[in-house]
């Protein structure tokens, strides 16, 4: 039996261990915002943060995440307000918006180590995650706006 | 592209013209010899009901449907903003529905060939106005007061002597109960009082809910008690598995059960491929249960099909000569007496959609009655399989339309709903969710087609085209739905070839034989993709031969302003549209290719290394130019710094969503030209995740995207926006890398004769 907090609640798992996690997140938790793209860490859709660090969840055992801290993005804040949720809407960012739950985790993984990124951090942090709608300009500046620093679009 | 409509097109080509007055919007009985163009030429046509769009509650709360597939182009914003505007809601107190598929209620909801907004425009005007206008009858009954004292504002309606007003809430059932006003009774709002259309500040109807990991896609349905399944297909087109073996597979926890699913017959159109399914309890235990199977196909008669022999083969029938589609005074005698001729061959490879949220679907049945849910762009073509496939009538199928985890054309055939469909009725009718892998994405999709354009040009003395020869040679998407044509069709070829706004005196166009060995399907923009790319491309290479500006050269190919009637250039397609309202305006596309080159700055002294390329292309009744400065290091590095996409859709409903549109093009486009290719070896693609199959990340975007909006007015017909963004880009940027740097590039990737 393996204990994984996730989104601040402590819950048993008894299946396989080597179930990644984003299986049990959305299969057997219900947590759907973390989404499949690749399934081999290549696209940044099922990006989480396990111990507060971005970590793709389609390569991540559910063993791995043992005794450590998960948090997808239905418990990145509270009630949708991180600044870079907010920065997300005010500046438009999504189109289809399927894989935005995992650039906006990766993004608050960037500041939570770099509070204020310039674009060649952007480009380092954020190129593991694929945009196919091609909203990458708008991601930027979003992080920016987020950052405090203001950020055209 | 709609298939019906194509088809129905063919069947009555040559017996004449409609009269239809776009204005009106609503399918209007007709004699069946006239050709029906715009929303009324598609199946289902167009619906203007209030009662079907509009639900008002008691609270004041205003439910509008959107019946169109959201994939990202933003229609759940901009299609029920225009109700809104029109009958004076106030977006805050809207709640957008998405529309389970259903044309004959709803109208047509083959969300593709950028038409949502040009079709739907002026009915979901008529929606909100005539909503508003039962809304002010009800408020002057309940007032007893005469209806020209009376108007809707911000949600309710004044009375304007008393200074009387009711909420929209107070008003719900009352106007509800009201009959529609007669269509011809209509008073629509000047469009100088819009208050939402036009504008740029329209925040997404789902911006909390993708923000927040809210939002719903296909892949996210979740029904009780629901299985989780994955399909083990055919790896070659037409093959057929002979043998499976299935021990290990059922010995993994979690697996529930294999099914066997019929293939299909090449063409197998929307239909499954077929292949050997693996149920399970979770997603995981289904993947892992895949992996186990051993399977034995036989491959069929595609197993020889090679990228690098078929190419071959593509530029030995380009080099010959074809069949001619249409032709312009005599090319021979003008070649023959040009004072410089140049001849190019241009290369695309097949591409994938890829959209980031692979082909899902929810399927169960009880009592005989099917629900669906399932990401699809095309909700009635997926009802009406899956309708088939299960024995079952349309009206017994329930679909409910999720959002789209991006579209691009693949989700226009619903293949994996059919097989949801199946897979359910072999457990007995219990929900199964079928969800593809990145790999069954890419290795059995509808492929973009793989093209050479043959391209021939004699020039004058003073370097002026003279003669021009355009041969098209690439299987045809018709190969998909019916006999192998063997080569492109008169719709294909009114995606940029033949309807080409051209001021040259003699011009041939050819196509040459390609058959089709995969599922060819309509990837975004389609074959204005090839086509853009080969003419834009030779466009420039003449400029160079002439040593002229680029721009300039453009200009005077394009020609004096003028209008081009479709039909006159032997395109019928014209995107579906009449061409007595849609012409090609030479005026508007010089206009674009102008604003995105002074945009750019062009011709201003340039840094070492960098270089502007500039291409415009008419497409889905619009125009657009996009202007590219790349520079190409010494390393052969190419980077992109800026974009400028200039874009005239006529009136522009919702700017801000436009603008996202042509960021998204301008990327697009320049993913499919520096790194896209799917190649194929034994029938089998090579590539099958974002590893081999690259798409353009963050770190290779261009630096800056600039969108220049041409003003359109109201008298002006709509325009596409979803895809016209997309054929002017490669070729924008191969001009750039050619200006920078003296490489022409004719084969697309880039990445394989540069550093992306």
Redesign the interface.
């Known amino acids: 039996m393996i204990t994984v907090t996730v989104n601040g609640r402590p819950i048993q798992f008894h ?2 261990p080597e ?2 996690l984003l ?2 997140l ?3 938790l ?11 860490a ?2 940044g ?1 099922c990006t989480i943060h396990l111990d507060g660090t971005a970590v793709r969840s389609c390569q991540t055992p559910v063993s791995a995440a043992a005794n450590r801290h998960v948090t ?3 418990g ?1 804040s509270a009630a ?1 307000d991180h600044p870079l ?1 907010i920065a ?2 005010e500046s ?1 960012v ?8 995992g650039q ?1 985790m990766q993004a608050a993984s960037l500041l939570a180590t770099t509070p204020h990124p310039n674009d060649a951090d ?3 942090a ?15 500046s979003a992080i920016k706006k987020a950052a405090g620093q203001g950020g055209a679009s | 592209m709609s298939l019906t409509n194509v088809s129905r097109r063919h069947l009555l080509a040559g017996l004449g013209a409609g009269s239809f007055v776009l204005a009106a919007g609503l399918p209007i009985a007709r004699g069946a010899e006239e050709i029906k163009y715009g929303a009324a030429g598609m199946p289902g046509g167009a619906v203007a009901n209030p009662l079907i769009f509009i639900a008002l509650a008691p609270d004041g709360e205003v439910s509008i449907f959107c019946h169109r597939s ?5 229609v759940r914003t901009s299609l029920p903003m225009v109700v809104a505007d029109e009958m004076e809601a106030d977006w805050r107190r809207v709640r957008v529905r998405q529309a389970p598929a259903d044309e004959s209620r709803f109208g047509n909801q083959n969300t593709d060939g950028s038409r949502s907004m040009r079709h739907f425009f002026e009915p979901m005007r008529q929606c909100g106005a005539a909503m508003r206008m039962m809304l002010e009858s009800a408020a002057a009954a309940q007032w007893k007061v005469p209806l020209t004292e009376v108007a809707a504002a911000d949600h309710g309606v004044l009375h304007r002597p008393s200074g009387r007003r009711l909420d929209f809430g107070g008003l719900a059932r009352a106007a509800s109960a009201l009959p529609p006003p007669a269509p011809a009774a209509l008073v629509l709002k000047n469009p100088r009082t819009f208050r939402y259309i036009g504008k740029d500040t329209m ?2 109807t ?12 296909g ?2 349905a ?1 029904l009780p008690g629901m299985h ?1 399944a994955v399909i083990a297909r055919p790896p070659v087109y037409g093959g057929k598995l002979t043998h499976v073996e299935t021990a290990a597979c059922l010995k993994v ?2 697996v529930l059960k294999v099914v066997t699913i019929p293939g299909t017959p090449v063409p197998s159109e929307f239909l499954p491929l077929g292949g050997v399914a693996v149920i399970a309890r ?4 289904a ?1 892992k249960g895949r992996d186990a199977l051993v399977p034995t196909w036989e491959h069929g008669p595609n197993a020889g099909y090679d990228s690098i022999a078929y190419r071959a083969e593509l530029e030995r029938t380009a080099g010959q000569s074809g069949e001619i589609v249409r032709n312009l005074g005599d090319v021979d005698k003008a070649m023959a007496g040009a004072a410089q001729r140049l001849v190019a061959d241009y290369y695309i490879p097949h591409l994938a959609q ?5 082909p899902a679907a929810l399927v169960h049945i009880k009592d005989g009655k099917v629900e669906a849910w399932a990401c699809v762009q095309a909700p009635q073509a997926a009802r009406e399989r899956l309708a088939t496939a299960l024995g079952v009538a349309v009206k017994d199928v329930t679909l409910h339309v999720t ?6 054309g693949r989700k226009s055939k619903p293949d994996y709903v059919v097989e949801a469909g199946l897979l359910s009725k072999a457990m007995g009718g219990a929900p199964v969710k079928l ?1 593809w ?3 069954d994405d890419l290795r059995h999709g509808y492929y973009h087609t793989v093209s050479v354009e043959h391209l021939e040009a004699g020039l004058d003395g003073q370097g002026r085209p003279v003669a021009w020869l355009h041969r098209s040679v690439a299987p045809s998407i018709n190969a998909t739905f019916g006999p192998d044509p063997m080569r492109e069709s008169p719709d294909e070829l009114g995606m940029g070839v033949t309807n080409q706004a051209l001021d040259i005196a003699n011009i041939r166009w050819e196509t040459g034989e390609a058959a089709a060995h995969v599922r060819v399907g309509w990837f975004r923009s389609v074959s204005n993709i090839p086509h853009a790319f080969a003419i834009q491309s030779f466009i420039g290479e003449l400029a160079a031969a002439a040593k002229r500006d680029a721009k300039d050269y453009l200009l005077e190919v394009i020609g004096p302003p003028r209008l081009i009637n479709p039909k006159d250039q032997n395109d019928e397609a014209n995107y579906g549209e009449d061409p007595a309202i849609y012409s090609i305006d030479t005026a508007r596309l010089r206009r674009v290719a102008e604003t995105a080159a002074k945009g750019a700055g062009w011709g201003r002294t340039l840094p070492k290394g960098h270089g502007l390329g500039i291409a415009a292309h008419y497409s889905f009744v619009t125009y657009v130019a996009a202007v590219i400065e790349v520079e190409v290091t010494e390393r052969g590095e190419v980077i992109v710094h800026k974009v400028d996409m200039a874009v005239d859709c006529g009136p522009q409903i919702n700017p ?1 969503r436009i603008r ?2 042509m ?6 486009g320049i ?1 499919l030209a520096t790194l896209g290719e799917i190649s194929f070896k034994g029938g089998q693609a090579q590539q099958d ?3 081999t199959y690259q ?5 290779a ?2 630096r ?2 600039e969108v220049h909006l041409l003003p359109g007015d109201f008298a002006t017909p709509l325009g596409g926006v979803g895809e016209p963004g997309m054929p002017p880009v490669a070729a924008a940027l191969t001009n750039a890398i050619f200006a920078a740097s003296g490489k022409r590039i004719r084969a697309l990737p880039i990445k394989d004769q540069l550093r992306v």
């Open positions: 299946d396989d179930m990644p299986w049990y959305r299969d057997e219900g947590l759907l915002g973390t989404k499949f793209g690749c399934g081999k290549l696209c859709a997808t993005i239905e990145l949708g949720q997300w809407r438009n999504p189109q289809c918006g399927y894989c935005q739950s906006i952007i480009d380092a954020m190129a593991g995650n694929i945009c196919r709608c091609g909203t990458y300009g708008r991601i930027k | 959201e994939m990202g182009q933003g925040p997404l789902d911006g909390l809910a993708i923000s927040t990991g809210a939002t719903r896609y892949i996210d979740t989780f926890p979690g979770n997603s995981w235990a993947i890829a959209p980031m949220e692979p959002l789209l985890g991006g579209g691009f969800f892998t990145r790999e801000e996202s549109q960021e998204g093009a301008a990327l697009m993913s995740n974002f590893d798409v353009t990340r963050m770190d975007a261009p800056a995207i």
